[in-house]
């Protein structure tokens, strides 16, 4: 009998661990335990559809947020059954018919389906006229009646506005303002605070006691005071700009705090000091051995900070300080709740309000799962 005995790998071979974190580069790591989070995940995709649907907001809208109706009318359910209540397909929405009926609070003709005209539904289908992109002119939505009726999800307001459509176009604006107001305070933030925490000195502390300065303004009625004071006959745009200015020149302060700590703390690790004893630029050793490392904390902070944006935005706007029409936003749009009578007879119009929530869940739990996955403990 033999018995054969496998060597021993030589010296010139290499063991490859077989382990996920082998070669692995940090993003890969991150994105790795993010996926091990499901509210990182379920955040990381709400967020992804929330983007898809205010880039295609226009494909998916099923009516034209301008065209105006009758007023108020109750949201369609999409059936399975005919008016007999047997199963049917493909699934209908039935039009709406006034009734001899009145309301006994608001005194107008009761609303309801008229199931002898069903609506079919179909994906795809033409609709109104857009521009998808700006640029390529077409009439396809992603879901609507198969024979150009309207379709009112979500019911409409008192001008007869589908909401959904609205909603899904408001989320255009409500979204830019607070991408573009964190770009803004996350570029002027963190360079401040890098700029502030690496140099020291008096020149930190005078930095510090302006940013407490603007930390000290009560920020609600700054904003109502700065917006108030633009004329009713500005310009949209010069409207949309000034309030998003408003909003960056008073976020951009705890940024720089929370990056300033950071910097000082990395200023004293070894190999800054090792650039700076080789003669690197004070711009070298900022952009390209501090800034790295405070990136991490940079990015969670942008996840949990465009939610209060949002909110606020929804805030302003309904008390009319943040969109002026023709533009569309979810604040806007609930200006049409500040009357408890309206919301008790057209509960639908609080619609908007689960668009707000959405956004500010997802990105909540998207930052959390962030700030767990670049975590290095």
């Known amino acids: ?49 929330l983007i898809m649907m205010a880039v295609f907001a226009d494909f998916f809208a099923p009516m034209d947020p301008k065209a105006t109706n009758v007023g108020f009318a109750p949201p369609q359910m999409i059936s399975f059954h005919d008016k007999d209540g047997n199963l049917s397909f493909p699934p209908r929405v039935y039009a709406l018919a006034e009734s001899d009926e009145l309301d006994p609070i608001t005194f107008q003709p009761i609303v309801g389906p008229d199931y002898d005209n069903p609506h079919y539904l179909g994906f795809f289908v033409k609709g109104w006229d857009y521009k998808l992109f700006g640029i390529i002119p077409t009439d396809r939505h992603f879901l609507g009646t198969t024979d150009g009726e309207p379709v009112h999800l979500l019911g409409t307001d008192k001008f007869g ?39 020291g000195g008096s020149f930190d502390v ?7 300065l603007v930390l000290a303004f009560p ?42 700590g950071k910097t000082m ?21 900022i952009f390209q051995h501090i800034l ?39 604040g806007l749009m609930l200006q049409d709740t500040a009357n408890y009578s309206v919301i008790g007879s057209y509960p639908w119009i609080l619609s908007p309000v689960f668009f707000v929530l959405v956004t500010v869940f997802a990105f909540n739990a998207l930052g959390d ?5 670049v975590d290095p403990y």
């Open 161 to 199: 506005r589908d909401v959904l459509s609205r909603a899904l176009i408001g989320s255009r604006i409500s979204l830019m303002i607070a991408l573009t107001v964190v770009a803004i305070v996350t570029i002027i933030g963190t360079s401040v605070g890098l700029i502030s925490g690496y140099f």
């Open 265 to 285: 703390a990395l200023a004293r690790i070894d190999y800054v000091r090792a650039a700076i004893a080789v003669g690197a630029t004070d711009r070298r050793i």
């Open 219 to 260: 920020q609600l009625p700054l904003y109502l005071a700065l917006t108030s004071l633009i004329p009713i006959t500005a310009p949209t745009n010069v409207f949309l700009g000034f309030v998003i200015i408003v909003m960056s020149a008073l976020g951009w302060a705890q940024m720089s705090r929370e990056v300033r």
């Open 1 to 49: 009998m033999f018995a054969f005995i496998s060597a021993p790998p030589s010296s010139q071979e290499e063991v490859t661990p077989n382990t996920p974190e082998h070669n692995e580069s940090y993003t890969a790591l991150v994105w790795r335990r993010l996926k091990r989070s499901w509210t990182g995940m379920m955040g990381f995709i709400l967020v992804a559809l």
């Open 369 to 373: 799962g962030l700030r767990d996955a």
């Open 292 to 330: 790295p490392n405070v990136m991490s904390h940079v990015i969670v902070a942008v996840t949990l900070h465009i939610p209060s944006v949002v909110l606020l935005e929804s805030f302003l706007g309904f008390l009319g300080f943040a969109v002026k029409p023709p533009l569309i936003s979810w």
């Open 206 to 212: 005078w930095i510090q006691r302006f940013v407490e």
